[in-house]
């Protein structure tokens, strides 16, 4: 099973270049389903499920990852970039970057022998960082990456533990395989399965898929941040590793309707699906962009909790994504029928 | 020799200082192609003779690697503390993958603090060892059941050919001296060459310098040669005026020969191999330090591998400074031993 999981996690697909993705989530569709790509590169999925529903119903996960993206190419032939999404340096220094065409950069640093004291534990700013691909000149550099050349991490999917995984990607390759392995069980409603394009760089592809779905109620599947770590206040950790499928209330982007965030945790307590609230009013999805679609939306999310989202080494954990997958499931039917 | 085989094989063997057994391993077996005379001595030094007769030229280059130690593992959530074994750069770890080299290997990332945890004036500022733990997946229960504190940590190492034969490999400092030196015996297996060569892998230069201090003491060289990375200048350096690809680096130091150092250079022009002078005022923060006076004192040189992003998982190494850095030692021991026939 994490076969796909992996596969999914090491196709490159930054904002805006999702294509691999999708061509692969496509030839992984069942055949009883629908399935078109709208002009920003959304997928959108149409399958009909056990009973005719009646309300319209959108699962949403979202197909892009942060990367770099090269802007300048200097004289010596390093190569200045920007971030496709938010990347903190701390998680850059030091790494490895891989191009489409699989020439290999990195991301170097100056030795901590030449720091003064003063300087010491500074990580250069994203700005001041450049991809260094063994290039001697421009033009050097120009026989293999051009501007406007996107770069993902330079990291393999691996198991971590006797449940866990650690990979690029996994906000929201998670997403992205709950809604696939749904797609291809009998499902009890009919729904739309939307894998959405530039989540990263401002929830955009949801914007346009929402508009032209128009469903009633939607429901999101992402990979947020987990802070469960050492010297991390209680109230900061935003939700624990290992305690289930973690359902928002409120984030930066969306206040959830609380009838629908109490409809999830009731079900999940009914079944005994182990299920977690989002603690903190951090982060954003395509929720903050699907409630606003049309007329409006109702809109839920259901996260994997992800230590270390964001950089080339996120992990998870699979019993997290079982509770998500469960718990979305039982979702689709409920407001299928609300 | 398989050159770039032989560098990926040397640079992912684990060697953190003080534990540097695999990388022996490796070693002696790339060095068993020269010699059939080789020890390891007490501190874990790898020693190999070439040669019975004329002048002992050691040839040097360090094992070990930098790392990390093992300090705690915590009893209610596993995390994995360690503390620095060498000199480790901080500002890399986060998110980074790791071994633990527990009672078996142990795949571990090391934490990061997501965003929201970070003020804005924070975001530029990396953990400092103590604040740092590595998440190995398991239960606390596991964790403590194969990991201790001592066990070695390693960064996972990368090995990437990049363009212009420049290759991005972890711990080619200093796997990429050890390799220097082989390549140096391959060059002087079929000549007369008239030196005893005493090629030296030497342990725990990382955390001071120890294995070279011992070894060239039990090896009782005349003259040495180590060999090292240094600096090559990358765009966030200022005052770094040597280069990957401009060739063997040749150290003048108040603590080196001058001698050789000058005769290093002579022999380059001569025998037109591609090098660039670099000066130490003091020390050279080598293992060049030590063995100079080991004994009653060694004439010592000291030739480095010009290193982008030193002590980094992504150091940089230029395969032709390699082989013109072997070059000019397999030119200087040409050398010493013809001045012995004369």
Not at chain 1, 106 to 122: A, F, N, Q, R
Not at chain 1, 202 to 216: E, I, K, N, Y
Not at chain 1, 278 to 307: F, S, Y
């Amino acid at each position: 099973m994490t076969d796909m999981l992996r596969t999914l996690c090491t196709i490159d697909g930054t904002s805006g270049h999702e294509d691999a993705v999708r061509d692969y989530i496509i030839a992984h569709l069942p055949t009883d389903c629908e399935h078109r790509t709208d002009a920003l590169g959304n997928l959108i999925v149409f399958k009909k499920g056990k009973s005719r529903a009646k309300n319209r119903v959108m699962l949403a996960a979202h197909m892009d990852e942060v990367g770099m993206i090269v802007t300048h190419i200097d004289a010596d032939g390093y190569l200045k970039f920007t971030t496709v999404g938010g990347i903190t340096p701390g998680v850059l220094a030091g790494r490895t970057v891989r191009f489409a065409n699989g020439t290999v950069g990195v991301l170097g640093i100056k030795p901590i022998h030449l720091t003064s004291k003063s300087e010491e534990g500074d990580l250069p700013s994203t700005d001041k960082m450049y991809i260094d691909i063994g290039a001697v000149s421009k033009e050097d550099a120009e026989t293999v990456v051009a501007l406007g050349d996107v770069a993902v991490f330079n990291e393999a999917f691996m198991p971590l533990g006797e449940h866990k995984v650690c990979s690029k990607a996994l906000d929201d390759r998670m997403g992205c395989f709950a809604l696939l392995q749904l797609l291809n069980e009998e499902t009890s409603a009919d729904a739309y399965f939307v894998f959405t394009v530039q989540e990263e760089i401002g929830l955009r592809g949801a914007s346009t898929a929402a508009f032209q779905v128009a469903p009633d109620y939607a429901i999101v599947l992402e990979g947020t941040t987990a802070a469960d770590l050492p010297d991390a206040q209680d109230e900061k950790k935003v939700c624990i590793q290992g305690n289930g499928a973690a359902v928002s209330f409120m984030d930066r982007s969306t206040l959830y309707p609380p009838k629908l965030y109490k409809l999830a945790m009731q079900l999940a307590k009914d079944h005994n699906i182990p299920v977690q609230t989002k603690t903190m009013v951090a982060g954003g999805n395509d929720a903050g962009a699907i409630h606003k679609a049309g007329a409006g939306v109702q809109v839920l999310t259901v996260n994997v909790p992800c230590r270390y989202i964001h950089s080339g080494s996120s992990v998870a954990d699979m019993r997290d994504f079982d509770s998500v997958i469960e718990l979305t499931r039982l979702l689709l039917g409920a407001l299928a029928d609300v | 020799m398989d050159m770039i085989n032989d560098l990926r094989r040397l640079c992912t063997a684990v060697g953190v200082s003080g534990n540097e057994s695999e990388a022996a391993a490796v070693a002696k077996e790339l060095l068993s192609q020269f010699t059939s005379d080789i020890r390891t001595d007490a501190l874990g030094s790898v020693i190999g003779t070439v040669g019975t007769t004329g002048p002992r030229i050691m040839l040097e280059a360090h094992l070990d690697q930098i790392g990390m130690i093992v300090t705690a593992v915590d009893e209610k959530t596993g995390f994995v503390r360690f503390d620095r074994c060498g000199g480790t750069d901080r500002r890399v770890l986060a998110a980074e993958r790791i071994t633990i080299h527990g009672e078996k290997d142990i795949p571990a990332v090391i934490i990061s603090t997501p965003p929201h945890l970070l003020d804005k004036a924070d975001e530029n500022k990396s953990l400092p060892f103590d604040k740092l733990a590595a998440d190995t997946g398991l239960s606390a229960e596991e964790a403590q059941k194969y990991i201790h504190p001592g066990d070695r940590i390693t960064v996972n190492p990368r090995f990437e050919v990049l363009r212009n034969d420049r290759v991005c490999a972890s711990f080619s400092d200093d796997r990429a001296g050890v390799l220097t030196v082989l390549r140096a015996l391959e060059i002087l297996q079929n000549t007369d060459h008239g030196c005893q060569i005493i090629a030296v892998f030497a342990s725990q230069e990382e955390t001071g310098g120890s294995g070279a201090k011992t070894a060239s003491f039990g090896v009782e060289p005349q003259e040495a040669i180590a060999v090292d990375v240094s600096f090559a200048a990358a765009p966030d350096t200022s005052d770094i005026h040597t280069h990957l690809g401009k060739g063997t680096m040749i150290c003048f130091a108040p603590g080196l020969s001058a001698d050789m150092s000058r005769t290093l250079v002579c022999l380059a022009k001569e025998k037109d191999i591609a090098y660039q002078c670099e000066v130490a005022g003091r020390s050279t923060g080598t293992d060049a330090d030590d063995i100079a006076i080991s004994r009653a004192g060694v004439k010592t040189g000291l030739l480095s591998l010009p290193q982008r992003n030193m002590h980094t998982g992504v150091e940089i190494i230029d395969m032709k400074d390699i082989e013109a850095t072997a070059q000019l030692m397999a030119a200087y021991i040409i050398h010493r031993g013809g001045q012995r026939n004369d």
